[in-house]
């Protein structure tokens, strides 16, 4: 299914953010792998992110 880049950047993001709470209650609780997770997740939002602006860059 084709998603348009609003879809795509509003999807990165929201997984940034997550990521970043994910983060911070890992360090906050002591969880390396929580906190990686997290690391992780902002990592997914930003490519979904830059996904939803080579779209737009295809667009004009």
Not at 9 to 30: H, N, Q, R, S, W
Request: no cysteine; aromatic share 2%.
């Amino acid at each position: 299914m084709a998603t348009d880049s609003k879809s795509d950047k509003a999807t990165g993001a929201l997984d940034k953010a997550k990521g970043k709470v994910k983060e911070a209650v890992g360090k906050a609780t002591d969880k390396p792998g929580t906190e990686s997770e997290g690391k992780a997740q902002q990592s997914k939002g930003h490519a979904e992110s830059a996904k939803g602006n080579v779209k737009d860059a295809f667009k004009k």
